[in-house]
């Protein structure tokens, strides 16, 4: 904003500046990486109906954008390596919308130490990736796989027939909103220090378990659906529920999420939950897994804390209720 002088009356200007981003064009025949390679940062390359086989790697912020995922097709060329790998040192922003990315295939890795392997998508290092309508089906290993530090949303989108529906390593995020994971052999797995997030997503007929969580990391399940997995809805990797030694350090938390029960028809075939302890996320009101210590709680109340009745009174009833108001959420650890 500049202020000038008219014939003695102050006017401000305002200017505005239009920011496009260049789109690119690829048709089919011609090579989606070769464009990615030339393209400028931001930009839109765009995918109109047909099949692509190639092996791509993001290494720059941008926009993949197809006709949809039934028309638009990116199909694994090379054996042991990812359909599309997204990564940078340096924080980039990656979108992909309206493909279907298919067929990652291998025996094995072509760089396991490096992790490139037949997956359908591989985020690693400090990329922020975005998927959107998308399929990410028949996979090798995972449909997806988020390590390092990258950050991954997936909405509206669907896994299947992978290994894996989708695998958060590291200390990588995953988002899911209005996704659908089915008919892989693990639905989702979060492990070491990894952050993943479901909400109001599908999670069924996944060969073994619906939600598989290990070591350190932190699951949280909200308004969704984990059905007729054939083993267990949502479970841990610990003793008692696997034949492990791995202890857990994470957490689990959610809320009105519908897993049946294993005489329900749509009933997980082992058990809904592995612990038990796990089946407040059926209920409205939710809860935490592990549950907080009472000293962790008291540590959090407010000094001195909110009371009714005397100080002085011979029984003190200390209550904590739904976690979910306000009020109470101050004191959630």
Known sequence: MRSFLIAGTPVLLFTALALCAPIIEVNVGES????????????????????????LTIAKPLTLKGAGATETIISSDEAGYPVILVTSQQTISVTIEGVAIAGGYGEGCHDQAGGLCPH?????????????????????????????????TAAQTAFTHN???????????????????????????????ANLVVRGSTIVDNARDGVLVA???????????????????????????????????????GAGNTV???????????????P?????????????????????????????????????????????????CPYCARFTL
């Open 215 to 253: 070591d350190g990391a932190r699951v949280y399940l909200w308004q969704s659906e984990i059905a007729r997995n054939g083993r267990i809805g949502v479970c841990l990797d610990i003793p008692g529920c696997y034949r492990t030694q791995r202890n857990f350090t994470g957490l689990v938390r």
């Open 260 to 274: 049946p029960s294993t005489g329900d028809p749509n009933g997980n075939g082992l058990a809904p939950f592995c």
């Open 32 to 55: 989606i990486q070769a464009a990615i390679d030339s393209a400028p940062t931001g930009a839109i390359i765009e995918l109109p109906p047909g099949t692509w086989h190639e092996n």
């Open 120 to 152: 359908g998508v591989l985020a690693l290092g400090q990329a922020r990736l975005e998927l959107i309508s998308c399929e990410v089906q028949g996979n090798a290993l995972c449909g997806l796989f988020a390590s390092d530090q990258a950050q991954v």
């Open 163 to 193: 290994q894996t529906g989708v695998w958060v390593h590291s200390s990588a995020q995953a988002q899911l909103e209005q996704a659908t994971v089915f008919q892989n052999d693990y639905g989702l797995v979060a492990s070491a220090r």
């Open 276 to 324: 038990k302890d796990l089946v407040f996320l059926r209920s409205e009101l939710g809860g935490i897994y592990p549950a907080p210590a009472p000293e962790a709680l008291f540590s959090r109340l407010p000094l001195p804390p909110p009371m009714l009745g005397s100080p002085q009174a011979t029984v003190v009833m200390i209550e904590f209720s739904d976690f979910s």
